[in-house]
């Protein structure tokens, strides 16, 4: 066991004016599996990359290990698998190595097919193996769950929760949960963190901000009656000097200099009153900033005139001579969320696309409804650039409601200005839902909308779908997202 420890840290990117992390200080102890958490934007890569020395910084980070980020750069993707695990760690013996593998159940036949013909999930997992064949390193987990289907996410976190000494950022909360035993978060004022999974932590923000709303109620109220006492008191020495050129009672003329040399004291008073107020303001208002605020939305689909709005009847679907799902039958129904479940190259994403009037060879009968209209949620997200304004134009959006969704969803103002392109992956899916959402259709179809998304805007999305209670179709490998969104599940 040894510390980590993190003392004023503050960092801002060059040419920006806001910092990113501002005089932080805090612990870690390498034996922890922590969980990272926070909003897309907050942070988190920045502060892995803070850790491996890729920027400058002032305060400290001192650390008694070295720190290694996964997922590596493979440089060679054509070389067999056993020789690019050679290159990432050239003293490890092939048994040790075939070991990891068999805990994430990869087949060992793996080791000698070329890197680039491994599957998503199966690259993921070797380089897994690779990283914590690694001694005297604390590890950076990023997003690993990204290429997983839901067995795959189970069997890497079950594999995680066997070993320690890592950061592990994720936004699958089901993943978090099997295998963290404390969370890392970024939140609005600073760095927190607290013993246990993401589910004891999300309950502890849950109280802490049911507090805080109470608190912040109280603020505002206290804030409300120093500015009006700050106003009350601005105007005293006003009323005074106004005096000067009254009259006494008895009709003799007032004591100029004595009125001024009063008002003057006055406002020497007045003003140290009224700055006392001010300080006590500020110091309050600073405390009302840690809650996830968001505001509720009108969001309407339209409705249908059948109740039935399309069918899958036999559908098998194939490319070239290898057939990836057979004879798969099921009905959509208005107000139904279908969530299509199974292996990745099931051929999920296919029977979505389908439906979008892609080309794609398949056998049986796919039926339509008439003059359906249907908003889709593709994987990529390359192809944004430009302005969310001109690309709420371009589809026809109500601009200010798909502004608000994205609000809901965490995006500063600011990023309303940027160029799409400048977007964090996380951003860029944002950007998809919210234009889904904005869509007039009868049918949404979301084909793994959440890649890149942080816990808590999912949250928020679930929140959005089951208030709206669309027509939507999708697939998606969070467990918890399907568990509470989908009222039927297909499996493939």
């Not at 004891?200 to 923000?205: G, I, R, S, T, V």
Request: hydrophobic share 35%.
């Amino acid at each position: 066991m040894s510390l980590i420890n993190v003392s004023n840290l503050t960092f801002a990117y060059d040419g920006s004016y806001d910092n990113i992390f501002e005089n932080v200080s805090f612990q870690l102890d390498t034996d922890w599996k922590l969980g990272f958490t926070g909003r897309n934007g907050r942070g988190k890569t920045t502060f892995l990359n803070l850790l491996l020395g890729k920027y400058e910084y002032s305060g400290s980070i001192s650390a008694k290990v070295s720190f290694e980020y996964f997922p590596f750069p493979v440089e060679h993707k054509e070389y067999l698998t056993i020789d690019v695990i050679e290159e990432i760690c050239p003293d490890v013996q092939q048994w040790q190595f075939m070991r990891e593998l068999t805990l994430l159940q990869v087949s060992d036949d793996v080791l000698y097919r070329p890197f680039e013909s491994l599957s998503n999930g199966e690259q993921t997992k070797v380089l897994l193996a690779a990283l914590f064949l690694m001694e005297d390193r604390f590890l950076l987990i990023d997003e690993p769950t990204n290429h997983l289907d839901m067995e795959g996410r189970q069997l890497v976190s079950d594999y995680l929760k066997g070993k320690s000494g890592y950061i592990l950022v994720s936004h699958d909360r089901a993943f978090l949960d099997n295998c963290v035993d404390h969370i890392l978060s970024i939140n609005k004022t600073g760095i927190d963190i607290q013993k246990g999974n993401f589910s004891e932590w999300w309950d502890n923000k849950e109280r802490q901000d049911a507090f805080e709303l109470a608190e912040n109620d109280k603020l505002r109220t206290d804030i409300k009656r120093l500015s009006d006492a700050a106003k009350r008191t601005s105007n005293w020495s006003h009323e005074v000097e106004k005096t000067k050129n009254g009259t006494r009672n008895s009709g003799s003329k007032l004591d100029k200099g004595y009125v001024g040399h009063k008002a003057a004291k006055m406002m020497k008073r007045s003003k140290s009153i009224e700055q006392r107020q001010q300080t006590a303001i500020d110091e309050k208002s600073k405390l009302l900033q840690n809650i996830e605020s968001s505001s509720s939305l009108k969001i309407t689909q339209l409705a249908y005139h059948k109740k039935q709005l399309a069918e899958f009847d036999h559908v098998s679907i194939h490319y070239g001579e290898r057939t990836v799902c057979t004879d798969v039958s099921f009905v959509i129904e208005q107000g139904e969320r279908i969530a299509l479940s199974g292996k990745n190259g099931s051929g999920k994403s296919s029977l979505l696309k389908l439906l979008t009037g892609d080309k794609i060879s398949y056998s049986g009968i796919v039926r339509t409804g008439s003059q359906l209209k249907v908003s889709y949620v593709s994987q990529d997200t390359s192809f944004l650039q430009g302005s969310l304004s001109d690309y709420a134009r371009q589809h026809d959006l109500d601009e200010s409601l798909f502004k608000a969704i994205l609000r809901k969803l965490d995006f500063a103002r600011v990023q309303f200005e940027k160029d799409m392109s400048s977007y964090s992956g996380g951003q860029k899916k944002k950007v998809l839902i919210a234009r889904s959402l904005s869509e007039k259709v009868h049918l949404h179809i979301w084909d793994e909308p959440l890649n890149y998304i942080d816990i808590i805007s999912r949250m928020q999305i679930e929140e959005l779908l089951l208030e709206f209670t669309p027509t939507l179709l999708f697939v998606e490998h969070d467990r918890e997202f399907c568990k509470n969104i989908a009222t039927k599940v297909i499996e493939l």
